[in-house]
Structure formats: C-alpha cells, structure tokens
C-alpha cells in the first residue's frame, strides 16, 4: 500500500481536499464508530488546525509533509489541556499540564491530533478489554478482542479513522495489535524515541512508536519522532532513514527461534503458514538458520516479574493526593487505601500485588534479581545471534484473537498470548509487525538502532509473501 500520509498531502496542496473537510470526515467516523476506540475527541482543537492549515494554503505557502495529516494517540501520553485518562477511573478527569516529547514533535511538524484513544488501563493488558470505556472490538471481526494495550490506536488505523495512530509498547502492546488487526506497528529500539510524558509502565522496556498501514508511513513518523531529549536520559542518538535506503533488501541471512514454532502452544495453521513464508524467502536466495531461544514460558516469567516490580513503582505515586480523584477516609493511610483499592482496576491491581511482592524482603533476591539475570542472558543471546544472521523473524503471536470476555476469565493466558513478544522487550531490540505471512502477521527484528534493516526487509516480504 502507498503512503496515505504522502498522498493527503499532495491532495492537500492541489487543492483537491481542504484540511477542514478531511478532519471533519475522520472526526465523524470517529464519533460514529461500534469499534469502541474513543475515550475523547479533541474536535476543537483539530479544527482550529486545521483552518490555520487551509489559510496557510489559500495563501500559497508550502506546508511540510506532515502538515494537516489527522492522527490518534493512545490515552496514556500528554497532550496539554486535554484528558489523560490511561482508560482508568483514577485519571477519568486528569487534564494533561504538559505535552509529550514524541506528540510535540509531531504537532511541530503540523500533523493534527484528533482523539485519545481506548487502551487497556495504565498498559495492562493484551486485549484492550481492561478499561473504563468498554472492550475495543477488532476491525476484523468486531465479536474477537482488539489485542493490546494499543487496541484502540490500531483498530482506528485500520479503519482509517486515523491516517496514523502512536502507541506504547512494552511487551508487544503495539505489536501484537498491529498483528490482529492487518496493520504495520514498530517497537523502535528502547531509547530511539524520548518516553517523556508517557504514562511509565515498566520503564525499562516502555517504548513510543506509530502504527500505520505502510512501511513508508512507518519510516515517516520514525524519522520525526527519534532523536536525544534532554528530558529523557535514556533517549539516543540515531540516523535519519531515507525513502531510497530501504527500496532494496540487503538482507542476507534471516534467523528464527525454533522452540516458538516446535512447541505445542502454536496454532498449527500459524504454524504451517509462518514455515511457508519460511520457504517463500529461501526460495529467493536468502539464507535461513535455525536458532536456540529461552523458552517461552521462561521469557513470560521473566518480563512479567521485572515489569509487575516496575509498575509497582511507577503507579506509587498515585494515591488521589497530587493526581487523581480522591476518596476520603477515616485518616490518610484509609484514604490512600480506599483511593487506590476503588480506582485500579482488578488486572492493575493484580500487577501492582505482584510487584511489590517480587521486591520485598525475603523475594528480592529470589525473584527480581534472578529475572534481572535472565534478562542480561537474553541480550547475550541476542548478541551472539546477530553475528550469525541479520534479521529474526518470528510470529507475533502463538493463537489468533480471542472473543471479547474470555480474556478477563483467564489472565494467565493474557499473559501467554505474550510469549513471542516480551523476548525482544527484554532485548531493547527493534521490532516491526507486518501484515503478511500469518493472519496475525509476522514479527521482523534487527540489532539495536537498526531500523532501517527492518524496513528493507519488511518491503522485500510485502512483494514475497
């Protein structure tokens, strides 16, 4: 597929829409939309940008490629003065006192913001179900879940309610919705875009990055949003992709992790359509190795432990006195307790309860240092493995979508529906979901800062499989 933000662009500069009336048409679909995707519209403030956008035109400046393009953006980053809700009756009413550094960005390039999109609350979840607002329903098939966190931010991209869409991915909550719902989304390398004034979750794997339905989209919005914040001291220095470097594959030698499709937990036709592509790419002369991975339930574990343990910490500070609403109590330790026991959700809850339980005394050293451990095994197994081969390529998922409410019945198996994702959370790698290869795509992982690879190979599969 074409680039849809290059060419609203060019109908935008001849003239052949105006930027009001292509706002007003998404912001209708929006308010239309049975998918459950909204959690508020930012009308007002769109169509004011977008009559600065058409003024801008009629006098015949030249607007920036970006300019007048209608995004969303998931609930748990700031945009001021408007709500931040992380889907959470905590933050039901929390207006934002500042703006993201990755939605600056793109407001300084003139794209404009239509919607705060549905998630699972704070992050939790892979189905979009855990949230004030109601389940987000699949764009393919509305009766299955949208996956998540990201499910509302990928179901309007794949309705076209949005051009673009940014998400937050900590385990895979961009990926594996952009797998469900037959789109493009990037987990860039942790660092590449600044996490300031999104919502932390587990910060050691949060990351920023956009969903869209093109890979030159993709490579667009990468380019704007990357770069070293001051705001942000994990953030890097990374190199702009040009549209000429990635039209030709230099991939060579593709790896996949043997014990993700030799086990019982795959659905045999994944399975059998994820050894196809398999074939598709030998067949085209590039090298294919088998690889040695953790195991599944083993990666599950270990990004689980580290992340409950740093949501613990991070949502601490929510206790309604600084943020949030507030529930009085008989005296201030009641009201923190009732605050937080009424306004978390059951699975954040669950999360917070598990993480304080993997850092105190007496589990620290059993628990929450062994997982720090096997995280520093998994990038050692990471490194060795990208001097053998260039890219890995992986399913996103193990099964296909589940109905709306049997996730809520069985969090383990939320969990699990993890299993190829959190392994390159873990890594900090690069990684990219594509449509293509399975029904719920396939998973294109690189080295560190090596997103450009990714999208080479990522347009050498869209004309292979």
């Known amino acids: 597929m074409e680039s849809k933000i290059k060419a609203l662009h060019q109908q935008l500069v001849t003239k052949q829409i105006t930027c009001t009336a292509l706002v007003q048409e998404k ?22 940008l977008a009559s600065k956008v058409d003024a801008k035109i009629a006098k015949g400046e ?62 939790h979840g892979s189905s979009s179900e855990n949230t004030i607002f109601g389940a987000v329903k699949n764009a393919v098939n509305p009766e299955l879940v949208a996956g998540g966190s990201s499910g509302g931010s990928a179901v309007n991209v794949a309705l076209d309610y ?31 875009i600044s996490r300031y004034g999104l919502m932390a979750y587990a910060s050691s794997t949060d ?91 083993i990666l599950v574990s270990t990004y ?24 009085e109590s ?7 307790a009732v605050t937080r026991s009424e306004n978390f959700s059951e699975e954040t809850k669950r999360r917070i309860v598990g993480g304080n339980q993997v850092l105190s005394q007496g589990f620290s050293d059993e628990i929450y240092l062994k997982g720090l451990a096997i995280r520093d095994q998994i990038a050692e197994n990471f490194t060795k493995d990208f001097e ?34 959190v392994g390159f959370s873990l890594g900090q790698l690069p990684t990219l979901t594509v449509p293509q290869g399975t029904q719920t795509g396939l998973q294109i992982t690189a080295a560190k800062n090596n997103e450009e690879l990714i999208l080479k190979f990522a347009n050498f599969l869209k004309d292979t499989i």
């Open 388 to 421: 053998e081969v260039d890219i890995i390529l992986s399913p996103v998922t193990p099964s296909y979508p589940p109905k709306i409410g049997d996730s809520l019945k069985d969090p383990l198996a939320m969990y699990l529906s993890d299993a190829y994702t």
């Open 162 to 192: 949005t051009v673009f869409s940014i998400g937050g991915d900590t385990g895979g909550s961009i990926r594996q919705p952009a797998g469900y719902n037959n789109i493009y989304g990037l987990k860039p390398t942790y660092g590449r």
């Open 62 to 123: 030249e607007i920036g490629l970006l300019e007048g393009i209608p995004f969303g953006i998931k609930d748990v980053y700031m945009l001021q003065g408007t709500f931040a809700t992380a889907s959470s009756d905590l933050l039901k009413n929390y207006k934002s006192a500042y703006t993201a550094t990755a939605i600056q960005k793109l407001l300084d390039a003139g794209a404009i913001p239509l919607v705060k999109e549905n998630c699972d609350s704070f992050g």
């Open 27 to 48: 912001l209708e679909l929006l308010k239309k939309n049975t998918h459950n995707t909204v959690n508020s519209l930012l009308d007002t403030l769109a169509l004011d």
């Open 330 to 336: 008989e005296n201030l330790k009641e009201t923190y």
């Open 207 to 297: 990351c920023v990055g956009p969903l869209a339905k093109s890979i030159e989209d993709i490579r667009i919005l990468l380019n704007v949003m990357s770069g070293k914040d001051a705001k942000d001291q994990t953030t890097i220095t990374s190199k702009e992709i040009s549209e000429t470097a990635i039209l030709k594959n230099t991939v060579k030698t593709v790896g996949y992790f043997k014990n993700f499709i030799e086990n019982d937990a795959i659905d045999s036709t994944i399975k059998a359509d994820f050894l196809s592509a398999i074939d598709k790419i030998k067949a085209k002369g590039i090298k294919v190795k088998e690889l040695d991975f953790f195991p599944s339930d």
């Open 304 to 327: 689980y432990t580290l992340a409950m343990a740093e949501t613990a910490s991070n949502l601490s500070r929510l206790d309604g006195t600084n943020y949030g609403n507030r529930i």
